[in-house]
């Protein structure tokens, strides 16, 4: 026994260290190359900007049978650390919702619209608009013990081999991570920098999209667009990358 | 809506060499992909960017399908005078838009 309960603080002690000294976990940015890191850092050249300066309009624009913009209810200050954030409990919810949701729950429950179609020109410019006002903030999930099984049924997908290729996420993303899969090497998949521009896209994403593009990737059937498993994954992510640095409009590859 | 991000300094010294930045939102759809019913989606790019020192041409520059959505464009002008920066783009499906930045030369 003794030796068990020595090699466990042994290894509490480590991750302590660990925890105090240099933090080890990269986000995708320090992985892209420097030309993709200036295009990121100039406000004139992230093509995520671009968005962020839509949403900035769409964030005053009344909508609705309500006929309420988002201006009219919620400074601008206040979204400071939103996206840092989220997925978060509502007050009376069961269940976490995430940037997106909130979004889209708030146009219906309160505007009284039309709900936004997923990744759609409405949403993503509202969502990187709102990411926007949380960047250089460290990720700081909530700390709410309703979150937890959410966070534990994020975990078990993380583990969980799927698709035709067998793999799970942790397999990639934490195994393998720094390592290469044909030319690219494969980032430690923090969510830090939501929504992104992705060069490959040439078109701005969410991390839902994201999530979905590993799961084609892998060739597993992508979960149906509103499904949980999304945000509890998000909420998975978002805890291992708390106190991270949020970029967003991240720029990746 | 259309969006332009421009990058300019708002002053210069005379006969400094100054970096402009434009960048635009625009899909730059080629004309060659087929889209989800199996149809050709049809070409919708930008053919035309051109930058203007107060009426005076100073670049012109002809875009093609190859280029990538949401194209960003940088180059570099010397500073003559002060007055007004415009930047044009024009292309298919009537696509024109005009940004102008201020600038004072000294």
Redo the contacts between chains.
């Keep these: 026994m003794l030796p068990v309960v020595f090699a466990a603080s042994f290894a509490l002690a480590q991750v302590g260290a660990d925890r105090a000294g240099a933090d080890k976990r990269r986000s995708g940015y320090q992985d892209m190359g420097a030309a993709l890191q200036k295009m990121q850092d100039d406000d004139s050249a992230n093509p995520g900007m671009l968005f962020v300066q839509l949403g900035q309009q769409l964030w005053s624009k009344p909508a609705g049978a309500a006929n309420k913009a988002c201006a009219d209810c919620h400074s601008i200050a206040d979204m400071k650390g939103v996206a840092a954030r989220y997925p978060a409990m509502l007050k009376d919810g069961d269940k976490p919702i995430d940037l997106e949701g909130r979004i889209s729950l708030c146009r219906t429950a309160n505007q009284q619209a039309e709900p936004f179609a997923p990744e759609s020109r409405d949403l993503l410019p509202l969502m990187a608009f709102v990411a926007n006002q949380s960047r250089g903030m460290p990720i700081a999930p909530p700390q709410d013990a309703r979150l937890t099984p959410f966070r534990e049924q994020g975990a078990a997908i993380w583990v969980r081999r799927q698709g035709q290729l067998n793999l799970s996420c942790a397999i990639c993303h934490d195994d393998n991570a720094g390592k290469k899969l044909a030319g690219v090497t494969i980032p430690e998949a923090h969510p830090t920098g939501y929504p992104i521009y992705r060069l490959e896209w040439q078109a701005l994403g969410s991390l839902k999209r994201r999530l979905r593009n590993c799961l084609v990737g892998v060739r597993a059937e992508a979960y149906a667009h509103e499904a949980l498993e999304y945000v509890a994954l998000e909420v998975f992510l978002m805890d291992r990358a708390k106190g991270m640095i949020f970029e967003s409009p991240g720029v990746r590859p | ?1 259309t ?1 332009v ?3 300019a300094p708002k002053t210069a010294k005379k006969g400094e060499v100054i970096e402009l ?1 434009a ?3 625009h899909p ?1 759809e080629t004309g060659f992909r087929p889209g989800t019913n199996g149809r050709i989606i049809p070409r919708n790019i930008i053919e035309r960017f051109t930058a203007s020192w107060n009426g005076n041409e100073i670049l012109r520059m002809d875009l093609s399908p190859a280029i ?3 194209p ?1 464009v ?1 180059f570099f002008a010397v500073a003559t005078e002060s007055g007004k920066i415009t930047f044009r783009w024009t292309g298919d499906e009537g696509f024109a838009v005009e940004e102008s930045v201020a600038i004072d030369v000294a």
């Design positions: 809506m969006q991000l421009i990058n930045k960048l635009i939102l730059m990538a959505a949401n960003f940088s």
